[in-house]
């Protein structure tokens, strides 16, 4: 298995959130629970993507900052993956906006992954973490288009799923809960989600 000192994690929270009302990295609750599940699920180091927004703090992760955020989540990874480079075994994606992935599920996609390309899904629904290896990273960046991420790639190739609806839902929050005034935070409050977007993305 690939040592955990080798693994680093990054964070895509680039977007303005249009659809929410609001750049979803500025959600309460939401980018720390993103670093978390990195940190504390096998990443020795984690990066944020920033784009519309850059908050002063980031749950202690460093910066990189996408000025073509606008072009799409593809411009995102690509700043995100160039900026780390090839020095890590491996990189795991994470997106700000699934509030519910926590350590667990990242650890588990971790350790099945190894050194091999590899996704969470949850009850057969590809979502996020995404495992992208060191000898994956250069073909990924020259697939990229700026619209989508590394998803048309993995569809594309051989790779790993690992279940992990059992752990989580998953879910991209793509519009505020119900009482968002009052709990902007909850990811358990009813909201709808993206189906279409957690397929396009990373």
Request: hydrophobic residues 45%; charged residues 20%; neutral net charge.
């Amino acid at each position: 298995m690939v040592a955990v000192a080798e693994t680093a994690g990054l964070v895509l929270a680039a977007g303005a959130g249009s659809r929410y009302g609001m750049p979803k990295i500025l959600v309460p609750g939401w980018l720390e629970r993103a670093v978390g599940a990195l940190r504390d699920g096998g990443c020795s180091a984690v990066r944020v993507v920033t784009g519309a927004a850059r908050p002063p703090h980031l749950a202690g992760a460093e910066e990189i900052h996408c000025a073509g955020w606008e072009r799409g989540i593809g411009a995102s990874l690509r700043a995100g993956l160039t900026a780390v480079g090839g020095g890590p075994a491996r990189v795991v994606v994470h997106v700000v906006d699934c509030p519910d992935v926590g350590p667990e599920v990242v650890e588990r996609v971790l350790t099945a992954a190894g050194d091999r390309l590899a996704r969470a899904v949850f009850d057969t629904r590809p979502g996020h973490p995404v495992v992208l290896p060191r000898t994956h990273l250069a073909p990924v960046l020259a697939a990229l288009t700026d619209a989508d991420g590394a998803g048309p790639y993995l569809r594309g190739r051989a790779h790993l799923a690992v279940e992990c609806g059992d752990l989580a839902t998953g879910r991209d929050i793509d519009t505020p809960p119900v009482g968002a005034a009052r709990r902007p935070h909850d990811p358990r409050a009813l909201a709808q989600t993206d189906v279409e977007g957690d397929e396009r993305r990373a």
